[in-house]
């Protein structure tokens, strides 16, 4: 019984004390961050691997959750004889919601595993060491342009697969379903505000931010070794994946 | 004493690097325990031991990677320990280390591993920073590949690249972390040259952790091998290998039994045989 007591309160504080390192590594690098964003061209390079790189599949997935929101929507409107709100509802349920949430979690999976498997390999072949005994300082020089181009990259790719998802949308509804195509961009007009657009703005910064800290933390503090870097890989997924879902929660209650 | 008179009277000193009674354990565990070291200013000293005697840990400590528990180390008259972030950066940029397997930034090519420090610490014009890169690998001779990615090059030119980022400041101190693990005899015989040359020609001062007797025995001028924590031994190379001490003997000659068993501790081997319980 003691024992077991003992190894829950361990577990609870070992859970504290990643947090923490989790809390002051991710305000070290926004601390830092203005001094990052002078090395633009560093920046900008990790906004193409993280962004770029990311595109075809955030597009992709985009154009199939749209035209699943589509089918599903028209399904649903139909039995209260609405469905020319069709556009509404897609535009809202992924500008809001899915846009930023499943961007996150295809960011994490793309993205941020890349991130972490990269600083993993850096610190395993004594790239990072090699760095601090060239008396340049890891954290800036590698792991902030790398967080921060994760924190750009991440609202733009919400934005289009966003974009990409209405579209999706439309091509189901308007062009297969049959719903009249005025209808469905002009109640979208009407319906969707400028709160809404900036609710699904706010979250991808955040879950940017999230994601990209995780990932950035979990291959710079990985165990030099294969497993090491693999369980960095893997750790970088479930943690994203399982912080932007509660964060989402948070967000939206706070912002509805 | 100010830090310049501090400075000037360190550059007097004959030893660059200084250590007493250097104690430092991890995890309980002791790697040092009063170790004293002379590291000679301009020679080639060379640090052996068997592996897991902390020969890397004591670099690091030299480097301000790692803090003692108790002791010192000085280097050039300055206590590592007592500096902070930015002392420990001024002192690195006075130093360029070697890596075991090179350590080379794997996202830039060859020219740009080497031009790295300079781009981070200096605000040169584009030419000068070509001549002076062009210069240091042609020093390694691989002027030819600078245009090579790091995934291109075999294991002893990776080395020699390195060699060539880690004088790219001019250090005046070098250190190599086992620089001749895995090499084949055409590329450890450029990098024994390469040791010899640049502590020569540049007038530094070389620091070689390994524990390949032959090949240090030919480089260095200074030997220290470390066993248990201590040096064991200290001097010429050529002296140890005639040493009456049969633990020096052991390490110097490779012979598989001695003071260090071939055996790790182990239960009785009759009565393990008979036991019945797994080991």
């Not at chain 2, 220290?224 to 050529?238: E, N």
């Amino acid at each position: 019984m003691n024992r077991l007591l003992r190894e829950l309160l361990d577990g609870a504080r070992d859970s504290v004390s990643s947090v923490g390192r989790y809390a002051l590594f991710t305000g070290r690098l926004l601390l830092e961050t203005p001094r990052g964003l002078l090395r633009f061209r560093l920046v900008v390079e990790q906004v193409y691997n993280a962004g770029a790189l990311s595109l075809v599949i955030i597009m992709l997935s985009g154009l199939f959750v749209g035209m699943v929101l589509g089918l599903q929507g028209f399904d649903l409107l139909e039995r209260f004889g609405s469905e020319e709100s069709l556009g509404t509802a897609a535009a809202l349920g992924l500008v809001k919601e899915l846009g930023p949430v499943v961007t996150a979690l295809l960011f994490a999976g793309r993205a941020g595993t890349a991130l972490a498997s990269e600083l993993g390999l850096m610190r395993a072949t004594d790239q990072l060491s090699a760095m601090e005994m060239m008396a340049v300082d890891p954290v800036r020089r590698v792991v902030l342009p790398r967080f921060l181009g994760g924190v750009i990259a991440m609202p733009l790719l919400a934005a289009i697969f966003s974009m990409i998802g209405i579209f999706g949308a439309q091509l189901v509804g308007v062009q297969m379903m049959g719903v009249d195509q005025g209808q469905f961009w002009s109640q979208m007009r009407g319906a969707v505000e400028h709160g809404d657009v900036m609710e699904g703005v706010i979250k991808s910064c955040v879950f940017g931010v999230a994601c990209s800290a995780v990932a950035v933390f979990e291959g710079y503090h990985a165990v030099p070794t294969a497993e090491g870097v693999g369980r960095a890989t893997t750790r970088t997924v479930v943690v994203s994946s399982v912080v932007v879902l509660l964060l989402d929660y948070m967000l939206t209650a706070v912002m509805l | 004493m100010s830090a310049t008179e501090r400075r000037h009277g360190a550059a007097d000193d004959p030893c660059v690097i200084r250590v007493r009674g250097l104690d430092y354990s991890v995890g309980g565990r002791s790697i040092f325990s009063g170790l004293d070291l002379d590291v000679a200013r301009g020679s080639v000293t060379a640090i052996m031991g068997p592996s897991g005697t902390g020969k890397t840990t004591l670099l690091r400590l030299i480097t301000g990677q790692a803090t003692q528990d108790a002791g010192e180390v000085r280097v050039d008259g300055v206590e590592v320990s007592q500096l902070d972030r930015k002392g420990i950066y001024a002192l690195r940029r006075r130093m360029g280390m070697l890596f075991q397997n090179g350590a080379l930034l794997t996202d830039l090519d060859v020219y740009e591993n080497v031009a790295f420090p300079l781009r981070e610490h200096t605000r040169l014009p584009e030419s000068l920073v070509r001549n002076i890169v062009l210069t240091k690998l042609q020093a390694v001779g691989l002027r030819g590949a600078a245009e090579l990615m790091p995934h291109e090059l075999s294991g002893g030119m990776a080395r020699r690249v390195a060699l060539a980022r880690a004088i790219v400041m001019d250090p005046e101190i070098l250190i190599y972390d086992e620089p001749f693990v895995g090499l084949d005899p055409i590329s450890l015989g450029v990098v024994l040259r390469l040791i010899r040359e640049l502590n020569d020609a540049l007038g530094i001062t070389s620091i070689v952790v390994s524990h390949d007797v032959r090949e240090i025995t030919a480089v260095a001028d200074e030997a220290y091998l470390l066993s248990g924590g201590r040096v064991v031994a200290s001097g010429p190379p050529a002296g140890l290998l005639e040493s009456d001490s049969a633990e020096v003997r052991q390490f110097m000659k490779g012979l598989p039994d001695g003071p260090v068993p071939f055996h790790y501790p182990a239960p009785d081997y009759a009565e393990q045989l008979l036991g019945k319980e797994r080991p």
